[in-house]
């Protein structure tokens, strides 16, 4: 195998794509995505090297919860092409090339957010696990954007030993991105000074319905109240706190999965009874807010906390990211360092939370959470410069990382 693949000469921007970031706001706008997502479905059928529609299309099923057509319509679009490309929207300063993989809306860094409307050229090349016949067109700078999960390690390793030798910088090292997977990340980090973070043992089927039954035991280290969730489960689906192994076995019945991820509780909640959770990114190290959800219930994800409805917690929140650089941010500057060292890669999210007795509490890492500025300005007035820092923040990085090279064009037809 060689060292690197050969770069081919720029390519124009990929027919019909919109990509997450608009296809969002045609969601977030409240389009109907069921006629929107016919029409792409139908462009593809007119034109069979529409791939650009096809890959849409597999997004906006996702946005309505049908998920089982979303593999095949990928499959169909990497047969025509796996290189897509969104210009820039000024005269772009940089042609960046974003490693993503196959999956669902969360199996990447959701880079198009990040770079909506930027001076930057995003190309989007989805990787295989046979990177020998890759074709990748010339850039300036590589973003490693895809995410830990079982699916995607297979192709993280085989593209180790290309990115070892790559002709261009490298940003977010493919080799640390498997360090976010939960069992390894708690490993990481439970010890850190500071932080907070329960052990997180992978555990089987059969051993966690032994536990159950109470015919083997725990993990050590792993003691009831326990959080219970299927491997590369995100956003909430089939997790669980347990509170009793009669309980384990009624909610293990629940789920058809054959791999388990399970820890203890951390009673996280205030002295008003409320749960709150943070999502922070590290961008070259240097925390950023992202959100700051309010709920009655331990389980909290920003779109079940009811932060739409509640004046006073929108109230909360923006206090708390108007005052995050010289409060929640400096509180944590340690533990926020220590587990920038400890996970090493130049942009990672964090879900996070406050104990009783001030650490920080993480209950995730991960650079391909979700982050977006299309919330309504008229319901988060206050979001819009968080937003808009942390992502001048990011394109800071991409520049910098880039060591300040002339545009790819001045030197396509490198190797």
Excluded at 63 to 91: C, M, N, S, W
Excluded at 140 to 154: K, Q
Excluded at 367 to 391: C, G, N, S, T
Aim: glycine fraction near 6%; aromatic fraction near 6%; hydrophobic fraction near 50%.
């Amino acid at each position: 195998m060689r060292s690197h693949p050969a770069l081919s000469a720029p390519a124009a921007a990929t027919p019909n794509y919109l990509g997450l970031a608009a296809l969002l706001r045609l969601s977030f706008g409240g389009a109907d995505l069921t006629s929107a997502c016919q029409g792409m479905l139908q462009r593809a059928v007119d034109d069979p090297r529409d791939a650009g529609s096809l890959m849409d299309a597999a997004v906006l099923l996702q946005f309505r919860g049908i998920a089982d057509l979303v593999p095949r319509l990928q499959q169909e679009a990497l047969k025509i092409r796996r290189h897509y490309v969104i210009p820039a929207t000024r005269p772009a300063r940089l042609r960046l090339l974003v490693l993503m993989a196959p999956g669902n809306v969360m199996a990447n860094v959701p880079i198009e957010c990040l770079l909506e409307a930027s001076d930057i050229e995003l190309n989007i090349y989805y990787a295989s696990r046979d990177p020998r016949a890759a074709e990748i067109p010339d850039h300036d700078l590589l973003f490693v954007g895809i995410g830990e999960s079982e699916a995607n390690r297979p192709i993280l390793d085989a593209w180790l030993p290309l990115l070892s030798a790559w002709p261009r910088p490298v940003v977010n090292d493919a080799r640390h991105v498997t360090r976010v997977a939960r069992d390894t990340a708690a490993a990481l980090l439970h010890a850190l000074p500071g932080v907070a973070m329960p052990p997180t043992v992978r555990i089987a089927r059969a051993a966690l319905a032994a536990a159950a039954a109470q015919t083997g035991p725990l993990p050590e280290g792993i003691a009831y109240p326990l959080i219970v969730r299927p491997v590369d489960s995100h956003a909430g689906h089939d997790l669980y706190k347990i509170e009793t192994p009669a309980e384990l076995t009624e909610k293990l019945a629940l789920m058809a999965e054959d791999e388990f991820f399970i820890s203890c509780f951390i009673d996280y909640s205030g002295a008003d009874g409320q749960f709150r959770k943070a999502r922070v990114i590290l961008i070259d190290g240097e925390p950023f807010v992202c959100h700051m959800a309010i709920s009655s219930h331990w389980m909290i994800h920003y779109l079940n906390a009811g932060m739409a409805e509640d004046a006073a917690k929108r109230e909360e929140e923006a206090r708390f990211m108007a005052e995050f650089d010289t409060g929640f941010a400096r509180r944590h500057r340690a533990a926020l360092a220590a587990i920038n060292d400890a996970i090493g890669l130049d942009y990672l999210g964090i879900d996070c939370a406050e104990t009783a007795d001030g650490r920080l509490l993480v209950f995730e890492v991960d650079p391909a959470m979700v982050v977006h500025a299309l919330d309504p300005v008229e319901l988060y007035p206050y979001k819009p410069a968080a937003m808009q820092k942390l992502f001048a923040a990011f394109r800071a990085m991409l520049l910098r990382a880039a060591g300040g090279r002339e545009p790819a064009a001045a030197v396509a037809g490198y190797c």
